[in-house]
């Protein structure tokens, strides 16, 4: 597993008032998207800032270049056997709204047997790592909590 990916969408306070309607998902309140891969020792594997006009997480994903390395032929080999089966490539664990991939594990959504419980409760509690990751951007850098704070308005002399 490289680790859990989820995308974070916060509030942008100061969007340029001619980019609203660009970083605005059905709310009047624009919104900048962060994608994110990350593990349990908050290591960020990969992050991807959503491009105007993809304000959900599919058409992010549609956009990052998380997987350019697979198809280029350059990502790392990763070999490894569950029940009986060879697979030869990385997976990440993730949330109900990814597409049906190989490289993409969810969770099961109406666990039965103890096993199918005891799967759907790991691997519930470890794709929360991506989540705690952006918690801790939050709070530890303002950048993500007001990202134009940055930005300064140049006045004409």
């Known amino acids: 597993m490289i680790g859990s990916i989820d995308c974070m969408h916060w509030e942008w306070k100061n969007c340029p008032t001619a980019w609203q309607g660009m ?3 059905g709310t009047d309140k624009p919104t900048i998207v962060l994608e994110a891969v990350a593990s349990y020792d908050l290591w960020i594997w990969h ?13 992010i994903l549609d956009r990052s270049p998380i997987f350019d390395d697979i ?7 990763v070999n490894f056997h569950v029940n009986g089966r060879e697979y030869n490539l990385a997976y990440y664990l993730t949330d109900g709204i990814y597409p049906e991939w190989e490289t993409f ?14 799967f759907a409760s790991t691997q519930e509690s470890v794709r929360k790592d991506v989540e705690r990751v ?13 990202p134009a704070i940055i930005w300064k308005k140049i006045h004409d002399s």
């Open 23 to 25: 970083y605005s998902r």
């Open 47 to 59: 992050a991807f800032f959503g491009a105007p006009g993809t304000m959900n997480d599919l058409n």
């Open 71 to 77: 198809i280029n032929g350059v990502a790392p080999e």
């Open 105 to 118: 594990i969810k969770s099961i959504r109406l666990p039965q047997t103890p096993k199918h419980c005891l």
């Open 134 to 146: 952006f918690g801790v951007l939050q709070s530890r850098f303002a950048v993500v909590k007001n």
